[in-house]
C-alpha cells in the first residue's frame, strides 16, 4: 500500500530537489553595479527549490487538514466564528484597496480615508461611544490601547496611585495581560452562583488605589451581568474608570449601547462581530471606543475630515494627549475594509437580525441539550452557552474527550476549558449565521455522544478517530520542542 | 433612493426564517425574542441605530469600486516609496490559497486534530523564517515589524533582568514610537545612541539596530555584537527580510533576537495591514518569546503532527505574567510569506534580493548625477537611499505623480529637502528612467 | 500514604534532613494534580531563601505552579536531572524527582511549623473529597 499521507505531509524542505524553481524573476534590466564588500554578504541560504504545481498542491492537500467556518460548523465560544462573507475578501483584495502604499500622501488616498472615516463613525454609533481609533491591531491590543488610555487619564489628573485593576475570575488571559503591560496590578474578582459578578466583593476592592475594572460584556460564561449599571455606578463613585470587553458584542448589536449602561473605554473584535475572517490565527482588528474624557488619548491615527466648501476633505491626526503609535501604519486596513462592507451590507436592519437571530440560536441549544449536561447556570443565556461536562468523569469521560469526539462527527469542538471558572467548561457559540437543521444535527450529535459515553466511554474517551491525525503527545511537544526543521547531519 | 420595506428584510447571511424562529422560540418557552434579552436594564434596550439600511450586493461593489478609484494605486502607478511597506513581488498562487476558505476562515489551532493544515504552515513559517535569519527559532508571528521590534525590547529586559532600553538613532522614527507605548508604563527606559560611536553602558538590557537601517544603509552588526557582548546586553536587530537574500543574516554575527517585517514577502500593501511580524531568537530565550510557536511531535499512533506548544507563556495560560498579552496574530499573512517563500525558492531569493540592490544602485547612481541633487549619507545601502533635493520633496512628488510615479518618502522634517527613496525587482528599467527624467526637471 | 521520614507544608512540598542539609521536593498528590510535568524552573545555587518564599515554577503542559519553600536556607544544589527530564518529578516525586538542597538557616524552627506525614495524609484526604 502507498502511503500518500505521508507524501503529502513531507515538509518543503524535504521535498526540495537541486534544480527546480517556482517562479521566474525577471533578468536585470539595468547595468549590474558593484556589490558590497564580500564580508556584507551571505553564502548560503537553505531554502527549498520546488516548482510551482507541487507547491500549489501541497498548500491545497494541507488546507484540506483543516476544519474551517466554509466546510464545519464551527461552535468555538467567545471567537464568534460565523460566516465570512466573501464580497468583503473581494473588495479588500481589489487594486484600489490592497494596492495602496501607507506612506502615499493622503490625497492620494481619499477614498481609503472615507471608509475609515465611516467605519469610526457606525462604531461610535454602535457602541454609544464618542470617539473611535481603528488603530489596534487586535483585540489584546484594544485592550492594551484601553488601558494605558485609562492609565494616562489618571496620571493627569493627579491619580497615579491608582494602580489597582480589579479583573473578574473568569475574564479571558489577555484582560490581565494587558493591564499588567500598562502598568497595572491585577486583582481577581468572583462571579457569584448566578454567574453575575459579586457585588460584596467588588465594594470591598473599591479603595482609593483602584483604577478601574475591566468587565467582558456579555461575560465569558455568556450571561448579561444583571447589574452592570451598579457595577458602573460602584466603580465611578470609587474614583475609577470602567472597561468593557467587547469580544462577545455579537450578542448586543442594536440592542443596547455599551456607552449607554455607564462604559467609559471599551474594545471590539472586528474579526468576530463584524465577519472578518480569522486566517487560522489573525489577523484581526480591535477597535477601541471611548467617552469623550477619554477621546485625547485615543491610539493614532485618527482619521479627521474638513468640510472645504465644495470638498471634503479627510485627514490622519494624533490626539493631543495620544498614548501614542501602537503599530507601525494605520491599522490593519485589509480587516478594517471587511468590516465597512459587513456592516454597509446588513444595515441597521441586519445588524440587530445578528444579534437577535445569535441570541436565539444559543438559548435553543441550552435549552435541548440542558437534560443531557449539566448547565451551571439556569437562565437565559446570551449568544453562547456553557456547560460543564462532569457527569461522565467517573468513566474517564470529560469536556476534551467530548470536544475530540465531536471532530470525528465532523463538527468543531466548543471552547474547552474556558472559562476557569467553570468546571471541565464547554462554551458553546452557534452564531447568527447557522440554519436550525445545522443546530437540529449537532444537538442530536451531542445526545449521542452522551449516550456513548454511558455505554462505551472508551470509544469517547480515544477520541478522535476520523481525524487525519489521532491525539498528538503534548507533553513530549513540550519537553523536547522541535520547532523547526534542520538539515539531517551529513554522516 | 427608495426606502426598502424593514418588516420583510431578511439577511442573507442569516438562515433561519421567522417561522423556524417561531418554532425555536416554542421550544425554548418564550414568546419573543425579546424576552431572551431581558436581562438588558429596559431603560437602555432597543437604542435608535444610525446606520444605513442594507444595501444590495451590486450596490454596495458598484459603491465601493468607485471610491477605490478614488485612490492612486500602485498597479497604476510607479511606486518608489518604502520606510517600513514595500511593493514587491507576490506570486499568482498566494492568492488564491490564502483565499482557500479552509485557511481563511478557520480559527488559531487549539484543536490540534482539527488544524493540521494551520499547524504545519505555521512550522514551515518557522523554519524558513529561522533558516532566512540564521536564528534557533522563530514563532509564528507577531502583529508587524514594529511590534515586533517593541516586544524584543521587553523580552530583553526580561532575559537581562535589566530595565534599559538602548536604540540607535536610525531606526525607523515611527518604530521608535511604538517601542515607547510598550516600553514606558512598565517603567523601562529607552536611551538613544548615535549609528556612528554608540557607547553602551554595563547596565544596558538590549541594544536595538534596525538592518539596513531607516535610510537604506547596512549597519554594522560585527561591531554592535562587540558591543552588547561586552555589556552583557542583548543584540536586537530588526531585520529586512527581502534584504538576507543577499545580506550576511544577524544570526550570522551573533545577534539574540531577529524581528521584522514580513511585508516584502508577498503580502499585499495593503495601506500598511494586515502585515506579520517576524520574531527569532535562540534556542536558550525560548521561553521568554512572546507569540504563538508549533512544535512537532506525534500522535497516539506515532504519526507526525504538529501542536501548539510552549503555550505556558501565553496569556491564556498565565495571565498577567505572560509573555506578552497578544493572542490573534497574523496567521494568514504568515501563510502568504510561506508560499512567497517556498515559490520565489532557493536561488530566486537571491536573484529577488540583487534586483533589488543593482535596481537601486542604478537608480541612485543616475540621481546623484543629476545638477542640484546629491546623496547626503555615506556607507552601503541595500534598496533604500537618501536624495538631497533642490528644493521641497512634497512639490516634487506632486509633479512626479502627474506622471504616474509615487516619489519617495518625504523626510525633510529630519532631514531639511531630503527623500527617501526606495527601488524594488517591481521597478523597470523604464520606470526609473522616468523618474529619472522628471526629478531632472527640478535641477537647475 | 507519604514517607514519614519528611515533613509536608500545605502547598504540597517536602523537606528532608539529611545530615546538615535539607532536601525540597513536591508530593506525590501534587504530582498527580499537575499532570505530565514538561518543565520546571528553580533558583540559582547560591540563592537565598525564606520560609514560604517562591522557590520555583513548575509546568504542565497547559498549567503553571508557583513552588514554595517549606523552609528557609541557601541553595546549595539544584537537581539537575530534573530540569533535563521533568518527567523524573512524575516518576519519583519523592525520590528522584526532589528538587534542590538547601543549607537551612533555621531548620528546627521552620520544621516545626510544617506538618508530619500523617497530618499531610489527612490535609489531602480532604483536598480530595
Ligand atoms: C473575551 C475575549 N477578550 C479578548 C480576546 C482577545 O482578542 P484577540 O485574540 O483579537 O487579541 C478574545 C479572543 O481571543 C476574547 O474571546
Given at each position: ?274 465577519s472578518t475572517p480569522h486566517g487560522g490565527g489573525g489577523p484581526g482588528a480591535g477597535p477601541v471606543a471611548v467617552k469623550s474624557i477619554l ?197 | ?221 560585527a561591531l554592535y555584537k562587540r558591543q552588547t557582548e561586552d555589556a552583557g546586553a542583548l543584540l536586537v536587530v530588526s531585520a529586512d527580510p ?203 | ?129
Open positions: 500500500m502507498n502511503n500518500i499521507h505521508a507524501f503529502q505531509r513531507k515538509l518543503l524542505m524535504e521535498r526540495s530537489v537541486p534544480g527546480r524553481i517556482g517562479s521566474i524573476l525577471p533578468d536585470l534590466d539595468v547595468p549590474k553595479q558593484n556589490l558590497p564588500r564580500p564580508e556584507l554578504l551571505r553564502d548560503n541560504l537553505d531554502f527549498p527549490e520546488l516548482s510551482e504545481p507541487e507547491i500549489v498542491r501541497y498548500f491545497t492537500n494541507l488546507s484540506r487538514l483543516n476544519f474551517s467556518i466554509d466546510t464545519n460548523f464551527y461552535p468555538l465560544g467567545s471567537c464568534t466564528m460565523k460566516y465570512n462573507p466573501k464580497i468583503n475578501d473581494e473588495i479588500a483584495f481589489s487594486p484600489g484597496y490592497a494596492g495602496l502604499h501607507p506612506n502615499q500622501p493622503i490625497d492620494e488616498v481619499q477614498g481609503a480615508l472615507t471608509i475609515l472615516y465611516r467605519l469610526q463613525g457606525y462604531l461610535r454609533e454602535i457602541t454609544g461611544m464618542s470617539g473611535v481609533s481603528l488603530a489596534p491591531l487586535a483585540g489584546a491590543q484594544g485592550e492594551l490601547a484601553g488601558v494605558l488610555m485609562m492609565r494616562r487619564y489618571l496620571m493627569d489628573n493627579g491619580q497615579e496611585q491608582r494602580l489597582k485593576m480589579l479583573i473578574p475570575d473568569s475574564a479571558h488571559g489577555t484582560n490581565p495581560a494587558s493591564a499588567k503591560m500598562a502598568g497595572f496590578n491585577v486583582v481577581s474578582v468572583p462571579t457569584d452562583d448566578s454567574g453575575n459578578t459579586n457585588l460584596e466583593a467588588l465594594r470591598a476592592e473599591a479603595t482609593n488605589d483602584l483604577a478601574g475594572i475591566m468587565i467582558t460584556l456579555p461575560s465569558t460564561l455568556g450571561l448579561f451581568d444583571k447589574n452592570i449599571v451598579e457595577i458602573c455606578n460602584i466603580i465611578h463613585q470609587a474614583g475609577g474608570l470602567v472597561y468593557a470587553d467587547g469580544a462577545n458584542m455579537n450578542a448586543l448589536l442594536g440592542q443596547v449601547k455599551i456607552g449607554d449602561l455607564g462604559f467609559d473605554v471599551m474594545h471590539l473584535n472586528l474579526h468576530k462581530t463584524f477621546e485625547p488619548y485615543l491610539p493614532a491615527p485618527i482619521i479627521g475630515l474638513n468640510q472645504e466648501p465644495n470638498e471634503k476633505h479627510y485627514y490622519l491626526e494624533s490626539p493631543n494627549k495620544s498614548i501614542g503609535k501602537l503599530a507601525a501604519f494605520h491599522g490593519n486596513f485589509g480587516v478594517l475594509v471587511r468590516a465597512y462592507v459587513y456592516i454597509r451590507s446588513l444595515g441597521d436592519y441586519g445588524l440587530k437580525q445578528i444579534s437577535e437571530n445569535a441570541v436565539l440560536n444559543a438559548n435553543y441549544i441550552k435549552e435541548k441539550l440542558k437534560g443531557y449536561y449539566n448547565l451551571p447556570f439556569d437562565r437565559n443565556c446570551m449568544h453562547e452557552v456553557v456547560f460543564s461536562a462532569t457527569k461522565h468523569k467517573d468513566k474517564g469521560v470529560n469536556g476534551l474527550s467530548i470536544s475530540k469526539r465531536l471532530l470525528d462527527y465532523g463538527f468543531h469542538a466548543p471552547t474547552m476549558y474556558f472559562p476557569l471558572t467553570v468546571d471541565e467548561a464547554l462554551l458553546i457559540e452557534p452564531t447568527e449565521t447557522e440554519s436550525k437543521e445545522t443546530l437540529d444535527l449537532f444537538i442530536e450529535t451531542m445526545k449521542s455522544i452522551d449516550q456513548e459515553a454511558q455505554s462505551q466511554p472508551d470509544l469517547v474517551h480515544d477520541a478522535p478517530h476520523n481525524t487525519p491525525i489521532r491525539r498528538l503527545d503534548e507533553a513530549k511537544a513540550a519537553r523536547e520542542p522541535d520547532l523547526r526543521w534542520s538539515r539531517p547531519e551529513e554522516p | 433612493m427608495p426606502v426598502p420595506d424593514t418588516s420583510f428584510f431578511q439577511s442573507h447571511y442569516i438562515p433561519n426564517t421567522p417561522s423556524q424562529q417561531q418554532e425555536m422560540l416554542d421550544a425554548i418557552g418564550v414568546n419573543s425574542i425579546d424576552d431572551l434579552f431581558s436581562d438588558i436594564p429596559a431603560k437602555h434596550r432597543h437604542p435608535t441605530l444610525d446606520i444605513p439600511h442594507p444595501m444590495s450586493e451590486i450596490d454596495l461593489k458598484f459603491q465601493l469600486m468607485a471610491l477605490g478609484l478614488k485612490n492612486s494605486n500602485l498597479e497604476q502607478n510607479a511606486c518608489f516609496l518604502g520606510a517600513g511597506a514595500y511593493n514587491h513581488f507576490s506570486p499568482s498562487i498566494v492568492k488564491p490559497i490564502l483565499t482557500r476558505g479552509e485557511f481563511l476562515t478557520s480559527y488559531t489551532p487549539y484543536q490540534a486534530e482539527a488544524s493540521q493544515g494551520t499547524l504545519q504552515v505555521a512550522y514551515e513559517f518557522q523554519s524558513l523564517i529561522s533558516n532566512l535569519m540564521d536564528m534557533d527559532v522563530a514563532n509564528d508571528g507577531m502583529y508587524d515589524g514594529a511590534t515586533s521590534f517593541a516586544e524584543a525590547a521587553l523580552m530583553a529586559c526580561r532575559v537581562t533582568k535589566r530595565d534599559e532600553i538602548y536604540v540607535l538613532d536610525t531606526i525607523n522614527p515611527v518604530y521608535r514610537e511604538v517601542i515607547e507605548t510598550y516600553a514606558l508604563p512598565q517603567k523601562l527606559k529607552i536611551y538613544t545612541l548615535p549609528a556612528k560611536n554608540p557607547i553602551l553602558p554595563a547596565t544596558a538590557a538590549c541594544l536595538l539596530v534596525q538592518y539596513p537601517n531607516f535610510h537604506g544603509n547596512i549597519e554594522d552588526l527581502i534584504a538576507m537574500g543577499m545580506l550576511k543574516p544577524p544570526g550570522e554575527f551573533g545577534a539574540d533576537i531577529v524581528t521584522g517585517e514580513g511585508q516584502g514577502l508577498g503580502v499585499p500593501i495593503s495601506y500598511g495591514g494586515p502585515y506579520v511580524g517576524l520574531f527569532c531568537t535562540r534556542k536558550k530565550f525560548v521561553r521568554q518569546m512572546p507569540g504563538r510557536i508549533v512544535g512537532r511531535t506525534n500522535d497516539s499512533e506515532g504519526k507526525t503532527g504538529y501542536v501548539l506548544t510552549l503555550q505556558t507563556r501565553e496569556q491564556h495560560i498565565r495571565r498577567e505574567r505572560a509573555t506578552s498579552n497578544i493572542c490573534t496574530s497574523q496567521a494568514l499573512l504568515a501563510l502568504a510569506a510561506t508560499i512567497t517563500m517556498a515559490a520565489v525558492g532557493k536561488t530566486g531569493f537571491r536573484q529577488l534580493s540583487e534586483l533589488n540592490y543593482h535596481k537601486a544602485h542604478y537608480a541612485a547612481s543616475l540621481i546623484e548625477k543629476l545638477p542640484g541633487f546629491s546623496l547626503p549619507l555615506e556607507g552601503e545601502f541595500f534598496n533604500e537611499f537618501v536624495v538631497k533635493c533642490p528644493t521641497n520633496p512634497s512639490t516634487i512628488n506632486k509633479r512626479l505623480l502627474a506622471n504616474e510615479i509615487i516619489g519617495g518618502l518625504d523626510i525633510s522634517s529630519s532631514m531639511p529637502d531630503c527623500m527617501l527613496i526606495a527601488v524594488t525587482e517591481m521597478n523597470t528599467e523604464p520606470q526609473i528612467t522616468a523618474l529619472v527624467t522628471t526629478l531632472a526637471e527640478f535641477g537647475s | 500514604m507519604n514517607p514519614s521520614d519528611r515533613r509536608y507544608s500545605k502547598d504540597h512540598e517536602w523537606a528532608q534532613i539529611v545530615g546538615e542539609e535539607v532536601i525540597i521536593g513536591i508530593t506525590n498528590f501534587a504530582q498527580e494534580q499537575l499532570g505530565d510535568i514538561v518543565y520546571v524552573d528553580l533558583p540559582e545555587v547560591g540563592s537565598n531563601l525564606d520560609q514560604s518564599s517562591k522557590l520555583g515554577e513548575i509546568e504542565s503542559v497547559k498549567a503553571v505552579s508557583d513552588i514554595f519553600s517549606p523552609i528557609g536556607g541557601a541553595v546549595i544544589e539544584v537537581n539537575q536531572a530534573v530540569l533535563d527530564s521533568p518527567e523524573l518529578v512524575n516518576q519519583d516525586p519523592s525520590g528522584s524527582g526532589w528538587l534542590v538542597k538547601l543549607a537551612p538557616s533555621d531548620a528546627s524552627s521552620d520544621f516545626s511549623s510544617l506538618l508530619t506525614s500523617d497530618e499531610y495524609d489527612e490535609l489531602i484526604e480532604n483536598e480530595a473529597h
